[in-house]
């Protein structure tokens, strides 16, 4: 049996497109985490339709300024945290610019609202990187590629690694303190941070044994000995 939620989101979605309908109903302002196959179907539509799921997306986002919106903002996080990862952030331009200002009106103790605008700030310098697409399982090929990077490059690109790297253990340590009361949305977002954090660490590892053993190799006239 429909609960209440589910049954106001299919009233309010009656005549809606494909993508409108999804996204109602991936981020019903209930606990619950968004289903597997709104979210897949939003992603799918970010590859084929890209302008209209980012006017869609900033759209929603700009109704989430406030903390009484927390648990809808967190759901958003989640489809936009997919859709950055499945590569397809660059169709995202005008729901970046709105994650700046998401939760912005909460109460400076508000811990929750607090945590789901690290997030935000998270996604969009996630989004904003050439390498977002080889987080989860492909940070395995990541690590591989490079150890292959000539030594300039990994020097050029590094402190960009570092610093997301850096920014992700942060959020995810800090998602420890973040109120239960929203769990499922939470639990949910909080574990796409985490393996984040992981992937990064990971990668910046690989780059940083890369940058060790490059310098290490210089000779003494090219070190400025």
């Known amino acids: 049996m429909p ?7 299919s009233l309010a979605t009656a005549n ?8 109602i109903k991936a981020t019903t302002n209930d606990k ?6 709104h979210v897949r179907t939003i992603v799918r539509l970010a590859e084929t339709s890209p302008t209209q799921v980012d006017g869609e997306m900033a759209r929603r986002l700009r109704g989430c300024q406030s903390a009484r919106a927390v648990t809808v903002a967190a759901k958003l996080l989640i489809v936009m945290h997919r859709i950055v990862l499945a590569g397809h952030a ?3 331009a005008a729901a970046v610019k709105e994650l700046a200002i998401m939760c912005g009106g909460a109460p400076e103790d508000n811990v929750l609202a607090d945590y789901v605008r690290g997030c935000a700030l998270h996604i969009r310098a996630l989004s904003r990187w050439d390498g977002c697409t080889s987080l989860g399982a492909a940070a395995g090929a990541a690590m591989a590629e490079w150890r292959t990077k ?17 920014n992700a253990l942060l959020l995810a340590a800090s998602g420890s303190s973040a109120d239960g009361s ?11 941070v985490v393996e984040d954090a992981l992937s990064l660490f990971r990668i910046e590892a690989a780059a940083t044994a890369v940058l060790h053993d490059g310098l290490l190799e210089l000779t003494p006239a090219l070190a400025g000995a």
Request: hydrophobic share 40%.
């Open 182 to 192: 929203v769990k499922g949305v939470m639990q949910m977002l909080r574990h796409a």
């Open 150 to 166: 000539p030594l300039r490059e990994v020097v050029a690109r590094l402190p960009q690694l570092q610093q997301l790297s850096g």
């Open 32 to 37: 619950l985490p968004p289903k597997e196959k």
């Open 16 to 23: 809606k497109d494909e993508l409108s309908t999804a996204l």
């Open 90 to 92: 660059a169709s995202l």
């Open 3 to 9: 609960t209440i939620t589910e049954f106001k989101a």
